[in-house]
């Protein structure tokens, strides 16, 4: 069951034993934000977005996230409440393990913990980008460079090219970015027109994932 992650086998195992297995549909909340850190979530299956929500009720998209990911790490470590909404873009499937459970498992299972640091390690490296990329990029170059790494993570290789296999609506994107929706359409647009991607009404196919790359570094 958690053969994606690096864990040994008897911690997979001993995992397997206290973690119950769930399935959510998509755009079902698996924690909201503030709530108790109570248990640590195992992505089986499936993609999930993590967002906070504005004072006027918009959703601010921090990390999108695909199967073999840990999900609520923070407030089982520190303690605190969920920092973030961690939300189903698609059908997911989930092995959660209550926080007592996980702690005395990770008194005897090295393993376990280092996945753990590894994990918001990962996390914080990511937000120190992030915050690299608003001071430092273009809206443009933010843009592309989100686009790049939503095609490596997420991305299916097709005859025509690389096809972003994500619910994402241009207002998500824009909500990644920091940007506006109407930014964001006007950008997809030009890489139409210069032949970098291909629009329609469910996808965007990447035609030519090298430029993008190049034009996310500016």
Do not use: W
């Amino acid at each position: 069951m958690l053969e994606q992650f690096n864990l040994t086998a008897e911690t997979r195992q001993a995992v397997a034993a206290r973690a119950s297995a769930r399935t959510y549909q998509v755009g079902r909340a698996i924690f909201t934000e503030g709530d108790p850190g109570e248990a640590l979530g195992f992505l089986l299956e499936g993609k999930v977005k993590l967002y906070r929500l504005s004072a006027q009720g918009r959703e601010k998209i921090i990390h999108l996230l695909g199967p073999g990911e840990l999900l609520g790490e923070i407030a089982v470590l520190d303690g605190g409440p969920q920092p973030l909404t961690v939300e189903t873009m698609d059908t997911s499937q989930v092995a959660l393990i209550n926080r007592e459970e996980l702690h005395q498992l990770r008194r005897r299972c090295p393993d376990l913990n280092e996945l753990l640091l590894a994990t918001a390690a990962s996390r914080l490296r990511t937000c120190y980008r992030q915050i690299s990329s608003l001071a430092l990029k273009s809206t443009y170059g933010r843009i592309a460079g989100r686009l790049f790494k939503l095609a490596r993570d997420f991305g299916v290789q097709t005859p025509e090219g690389v096809r972003l296999d994500l619910a994402l609506t241009q207002t998500g994107l824009a909500s990644l970015v920091g940007s506006s929706r109407e930014t964001v359409s006007r950008t997809l647009a030009d890489l139409q027109n210069q032949g970098i991607l291909r629009l329609s009404r469910s996808h965007i196919t990447i035609l030519d994932l090298k430029r993008l790359r190049q034009l996310g570094r500016e």
